[in-house]
């Protein structure tokens, strides 16, 4: 029986991790390395060791309906997209309200996750923490891995021939705070996904010129969408997924690649991503295309090599006086305090977890790691419908299939990510598709028929409108008394 978990992190799939345990009756404990909670979310100067970082003017990309926990809304007052600092209010709201800071062990760091010797037995874990200097080691029954994949900077050098020899500054992203010191340089902005995106906007408002040099394009999307709504309301619907899949692929495709150019056509702009009808995840800039037009930010090819002060592109178009480079080239995933890293990396170094989550081949599934699949979808209802998961499977509510199974599983969804996302390294996958599977595994996803025979309002609204969190809760175990109204009043707060 599992009783005691260790929740390695305190960002938003921790504490959501913390309180699933504790809604079950377990006992969680949760180490934070900082002084406090909200992982990525919680702004400072200074890039620290081992911990997400952000730039000052960090805004979300999923409006707050659809980003919230599924038992804690937004306040109505709030803007539908919030600044870091906005959504850090929140996140302490939500551990306050449901009492969670008492379970989090700050300035704790975990150095160690390994097996017990008697682990094909016990499923137990012994967990070495540091703190002020002195090492603690105890053991649990149960782990959940919540540390996040935005804390190990990406930074392909070898890949770019010549950079030695280059005399500007150059960076990862994760360094960089406010445009203020490049008041007047020409920058060179490495990698078209939302922080580069962010980053070539912003420095464009005091550099001299910017450039954006992107390998294989991307869809870039507003957050603003048909009549001012939230772009993500009006897009993930069960309708539009429903839809989607009964489709022939080639008119989804079309669909897709129409909707994407809607407001401007990629091409024109030099964005349009190599595989056009990949789904991976598009970049939110409102202000891009603008910027673009303007001359302020000039889009480039991949970078063919550096010299001293100029940079030569595959096109073989040359940029000189360049004066500083920012890498924003990703994150790759590292677990340093596992003790056996291919628990996790159990596939060619690529991260192999069964539904995004389990360790496929754990002779005792109590292993759990939430929040990495990425989806065109918010991550906080995700990790809080993983996590409700995970901890069903610890108790065993949850029965798994064999190992081989799990692993034809997982073949499975590799193969429809190559198809749909591309070959990227990140576990890509559609939000609601993932959402229900987790939701019907633990009995939690809303049946259509009985709320069209009990509540046809609703249903209508569940189906044809936004899929917002609160829907996970309108039923079964964990179910919300606030759910159907939090539904039925979405869009009022929306506007308000």
Not at 169 to 175: L, N, Q, V
Not at 291 to 315: H, M, W, Y
Not at 336 to 361: A, C, H, W
Request: glycine share 8%; proline share 6%; with cysteine.
């Amino acid at each position: 029986m599992v009783r005691s978990v260790a929740v390695v992190g305190a960002g938003v799939s921790g504490l959501a991790a913390t309180k699933c345990c504790l809604d079950e009756g377990l006992e969680p404990t949760c180490f934070e390395q900082s002084e406090d909670i909200g992982g990525l979310w919680r702004y400072s100067n200074q890039a620290e060791e081992g911990r997400a970082s952000i730039y000052r003017t960090v805004f979300t990309n999923s409006c707050k309906e659809m980003m919230c926990y599924s038992d804690f809304p937004f306040p109505d007052d709030h803007p539908n997209y919030m600044h870091n600092a906005r959504l850090q209010h929140y996140i302490c709201k939500y551990a306050e309200h449901f009492d969670l800071l008492q379970h989090i062990r700050f300035k704790t760091l975990v150095t160690k996750v390994k097996k017990r010797p008697d682990f094909s037995v016990t499923g137990q874990w012994e967990v070495v923490t540091q703190r002020d200097g002195k090492e603690e080691t105890a053991v649990f029954d149960a782990v959940m891995v919540c540390s996040g994949h935005h804390v190990y900077p990406n930074l392909p050098l070898a890949d770019f021939p010549g950079i030695e020899k280059f005399k500007g500054c150059y960076f990862h992203s994760r360094e960089y705070k406010e445009p203020e010191k490049f008041r007047g340089k020409k920058v060179l902005v490495i990698g078209l996904g939302n922080s580069g995106s962010d980053i070539a906007v912003e420095l464009s408002t005091l550099a001299s010129q910017v450039y954006l040099s992107s390998r294989s394009g991307s869809w870039v999307m507003s957050r603003v969408w048909d009549n001012g709504y939230p772009w993500d309301m009006l897009l993930i619907t069960r309708f539009r997924t429903w839809l989607g899949n009964i489709l022939p692929r080639a008119l989804s495709d079309w669909l897709y690649v129409r909707g994407m150019n809607r407001s401007f056509k990629h091409e024109n702009f030099g964005l349009m991503p190599l595989n056009r009808t990949s789904r991976k995840e598009p970049v939110f800039n409102d202000d891009l295309p603008s910027r673009i037009a303007c001359g302020v930010v000039v889009i480039k090819p991949n970078v063919k090599e550096f010299r001293e002060t100029s940079v030569l592109f595959q096109d073989g178009t040359v940029q000189d006086d360049v004066d500083a480079v920012v890498f924003a080239t990703g994150y790759s995933y590292a677990y340093p305090f596992m003790e056996d890293d291919s628990i996790i990396k159990s596939r060619d170094n690529q991260v192999t977890l069964y539904k995004g989550i389990l360790p496929p081949q754990l002779e005792k599934p109590t292993l759990a790691v939430i929040g990495l699949v990425q989806s065109l979808g918010p991550i906080i209802p995700t990790a809080d419908l993983q996590c409700r998961w995970a901890v069903k499977v610890f108790q065993g509510q949850c029965m798994l299939p064999p190992v081989s199974e799990r692993m034809d599983d997982i073949d499975e969804k590799m193969g429809k990510k190559l198809k749909w996302y591309g070959n990227s390294t990140t576990l890509q996958t559609d939000y609601i598709t993932y959402m229900d599977e987790l939701a019907s595994a633990i009995g939690v996803k809303p049946s259509m028929l009985k709320l069209l025979l009990t509540d046809p309002r609703l249903a209508l609204e569940v189906f044809f409108g936004p899929c917002s969190p609160y829907q996970f809760r309108l039923m079964g175990p964990g179910k919300w008394s606030g759910a159907r109204k939090a539904i039925l009043t979405q869009w009022d707060r929306t506007l308000q």
